[in-house]
């Protein structure tokens, strides 16, 4: 089992920056992709970035790169969203998620937090 904690959300307006977290517990973290997705209200979730924490290989969504990247911190157990030039699109609900396979699918991770809320507004 793994827990996962984002934190780091809130209200900004457009063009600031945000970082997220998610602290993760539990099972050794080294054993696991780590994932970043999203959900606005009424829509489906949404990949954003992933993190093969082995080797710290890392992928982003067409629609953040260049403005999103994530990282890690191996002495904390910790996993980053560093959100620059943020837009209004990027509302939602930020969740932190653990699987055992490199993905961009939700279905493929078995572990998620309870999300972190970002409204950018105009």
């Known amino acids: 089992q793994v827990q996962l904690v984002e934190s780091g959300g809130g209200l900004v307006q457009a063009g600031d920056s945000l970082r997220l977290s998610c602290d993760a517990s539990?099972?050794?973290?080294?054993?696991?992709?780590l994932g970043w997705f999203r959900q606005a209200p009424g829509k489906g979730r949404e990949f954003v970035a992933t993190l093969r924490w082995s080797d710290g290989n890392t992928a982003h969504a067409d629609s953040v790169k260049g403005r999103f990247t994530i990282s890690r911190d191996n002495a904390k157990n910790t996993v980053y969203l560093q959100m620059n030039s943020l837009k209004p699109e990027d509302t939602a609900t930020y969740y932190c998620?653990?699987?055992?396979?490199?993905?961009?699918?939700?279905?493929?991770?078995?572990?998620w937090g309870q999300g972190t809320q970002v409204t950018v507004s105009s």
């Open positions: 998620a653990a699987g055992g396979y490199l993905s961009v699918h939700a279905r493929q991770y078995s572990y």
């Open positions: 539990g099972r050794t973290v080294s054993r696991y992709n």
